[in-house]
């Protein structure tokens, strides 16, 4: 008979049957057992058991949430109820994001004695330089990465919400990955370009015949995203004529082709965009309020890169990737401290470009700031404090820049020191000494 603290061994065996990665842990964060499916995945030749969760999956050695991480553990051991969270965690393929569901299991007496973790890798987004997708891992990010994560494999309507460049389109393309529709089609409709008549016709198809230029019957791109995603860009700009025959379709599930009575039913998961106050504008009758409440049922915003400035260096190594494949380009210090100090109004895309841009003007392996476009250096400074000491010279002194920097990240990150430290690549003492010296709170 195993003892009253210990778990069954039927639990074991039936753990080991489940194709995905579990692990069985304490309430002190101790791994007692791992199915197959979490040796192979996640630890392929090391010996886990007896290890703690978060010196496993983090190296940290302390738990993750006093290491400014959400901890499930904890939380479930809170709330007594199965808890789902987005890590990054050390995997034998490099750091990838995981979803982690954690279920409490009660002993004999009702008392929460282990936990049961099933940890499933979220593939759409990397937190490593990357040629494809989704890069990043501040902590705007990851907040945002969390809700994709928790909404994707649902069907529900999501609003993306973002200024322009932001990457939305790119996030509707992981929530589409990520969902059970990837099999499918993923129709990206931009809504900004289509005039009215030809909006109908373009998103529900037409008859032979239907009107002057029809000459032969079309699909339209509800019929194309069949089983899969409808990518609604910029949203906000449908015409008001046209947001009624769109909430029809979201409401009865059917639409017709235009030229046709024949009723078609739609099977289509629908994610929207737009950089517009549409909650604004539905207030004030420019966008219709039903349709609003219809497209949001989970509304996720996507930051601007000004929200998440610690991931500048790890964007300019993947977007060089992207723009100069072949080369191995890098970039140097002193690039790099312009780029970080840079505001980016146009966002990702913005960077994307200015490196595209620097490719072009380099020569030789390393972006240096006389590749950079002139405006980028110029001391016009972004948030006031760099243009008080680059007035006279026109360069910004280092420190002024570097305090201006750190301003930034502390104000945009959410974790604990000693994660922010990480991220920057300092030492926890390091980090407090810059603090001080610039007298950041
Ligand atoms: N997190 C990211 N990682 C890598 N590349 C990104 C990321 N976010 C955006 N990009 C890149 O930035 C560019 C702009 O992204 P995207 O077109 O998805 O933005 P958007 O918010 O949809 O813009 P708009 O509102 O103007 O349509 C693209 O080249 C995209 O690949």
Redesign the pocket.
């Given at each position: 008979m195993p003892s009253e603290n210990q778990p069954l061994p039927e639990l074991l065996s039936f753990l080991d049957t489940l194709p995905e990665p579990h692990i069985l842990c304490d309430r002190d964060y101790r791994i007692i057992a791992a199915n197959t499916a979490y040796r192979a995945g996640f630890a392929p030749g090391r010996g886990v058991i007896g290890r703690t969760c978060y010196e496993v999956s983090h190296r940290y050695s302390l738990p993750c949430d006093q290491a400014g991480e959400t901890c499930p553990l904890a939380r479930g051991l809170k709330s007594g109820q199965r808890e789902r969270v987005l890590h990054l965690h050390h995997t034998p393929r490099g750091e990838e994001y995981v979803n982690i569901e954690l279920s409490p299991l009660r002993d004999a007496s009702g008392e929460i004695a282990w936990y049961i973790e099933k940890m499933e890798p979220l593939n759409v987004a990397r937190g490593l330089s990357d040629r494809h997708?989704?890069?990043?891992r501040a902590p705007a990010?990851q907040h945002m990465l969390g809700l994709v994560a928790r909404a994707a494999p649902s069907n529900a309507s999501i609003l993306l919400q973002?200024?322009?460049?932001?990457?939305?389109?790119?996030?509707a393309n992981a929530i589409h990955e990520a969902s059970q529709r990837a099999g499918h089609p993923f129709v990206a409709v931009d809504c900004s370009g289509l005039p009215e008549t030809l909006f109908e016709s373009e998103l529900f198809g037409h008859e032979r015949g239907a009107f002057t230029g029809a000459t032969s019957r079309k699909a339209g791109l509800v019929e194309a995203a069949s089983g899969g995603t409808l990518f609604l860009?910029?949203v906000g700009d449908i015409p008001l004529g046209m947001q009624v025959k769109l909430l029809r379709l979201l409401e009865t599930g059917t639409y017709r082709r235009v030229g046709s009575t024949e009723l078609r039913r739609a099977d289509i998961r629908l994610v929207s965009?737009t950089?517009r106050p549409l909650r604004q504008m539905s207030a004030q009758g420019s966008f219709r309020q039903d349709l609003y409440y219809r497209i949001n049922t989970f509304p996720i915003t996507?930051p601007p890169l000004r929200e998440r400035v610690s991931d500048i260096p790890l964007?300019v190594e993947?977007?060089l990737g992207r723009v100069a494949p072949g080369r191995s380009l890098r970039v140097s210090a002193a690039a790099m401290r312009v780029l970080c100090a840079h505001p980016f109004p146009g966002?990702?895309?913005e960077l994307?470009n200015v490196l595209e841009r620097a490719s072009l003007m380099c020569d030789g392996d390393e972006i240096t700031p006389a590749h950079l476009a002139e405006d980028l250096c110029e001391p016009a400074a972004p948030h006031g404090v760099l243009a008080e000491g680059a007035a006279e010279s026109g360069i910004a002194p280092w420190e002024t820049m570097e305090r201006e920097h750190f301003l930034r990240v502390v104000q945009a990150h959410r974790g604990s020191r000693k994660a922010l430290a990480e991220q920057l690549g300092l030492s926890e003492r390091t980090l407090y000494r810059k603090l001080r010296q610039y007298r950041i709170g």
């Open positions: 997708g989704l890069v990043g990010f973002g200024e322009s460049g932001t990457g939305k389109e790119l996030v860009d910029e965009a950089h996507v964007l993947s977007l966002n990702v895309r994307r």
